[in-house]
C-alpha cells in the first residue's frame, strides 16, 4: 500500500515562495494521478493543482494559476508543488494525494476520487 507523506510547509511572508514535497512510501505511484488540496479553517477541502499518471497533463486551480507548478519524478516517487508569490488567503494545510486511474492522461481534480492521503503540512502566509 502505497503512503504520502507532505513536508515543506512552514510560515512565509506575502510574496515569498515555497516548495513543498510529497514522497511516496511502500510502492510509487507512477501509475496514479496525483493532486494537491488545501483546506483551510472552517473550509472545504479544495482543488490545487494535479498532474495526470503519465506525468505530462497538468491542472490548476484558478486561483493559483501562474503561481504554483506542479511536478513530478519520472521515478514516481515525489511529486511537487512549487508556490510562489504566496498571498495571506494561501494559508491552509495542504495534502497530497493519489488515485489509480486508467486514463494516463487525465488529472483527477476531485477529491472523493482519492484513495491515498498524506498527512498535510501547515502552509502559513504572514501579511
Known amino acids: 500500500q502505497v503512503q504520502l507523506e507532505e513536508s515543506g510547509g512552514g510560515l512565509v511572508q506575502a510574496g515569498g515562495s515555497l516548495r513543498l514535497s510529497c514522497t511516496a512510501s511502500g510502492g510509487t505511484f507512477s501509475n496514479y494521478a496525483m493532486g494537491w488540496f488545501r483546506q483551510a479553517p472552517g473550509k472545504e477541502r479544495e482543488f490545487v493543482a494535479g498532474?495526470?499518471?503519465?506525468?505530462?497533463?497538468?491542472s490548476y486551480a484558478d486561483f493559483v494559476k501562474d503561481r504554483f507548478t506542479v511536478s513530478s519524478d519520472k521515478a514516481g516517487t515525489t511529486v511537487w508543488l512549487q508556490m510562489n508569490s504566496l498571498k495571506p488567503e494561501d494559508t491552509a494545510v495542504y495534502s497530497c494525494g493519489a488515485v489509480g486511474h486508467q486514463n494516463p492522461w487525465e488529472v483527477v481534480p476531485h477529491a472523493r476520487e482519492y484513495e491515498y492521503w498524506g498527512q498535510g503540512t501547515q502552509v502559513t502566509v504572514s501579511s
Open positions: 498532474v495526470s499518471w503519465s506525468g505530462t497533463r497538468f
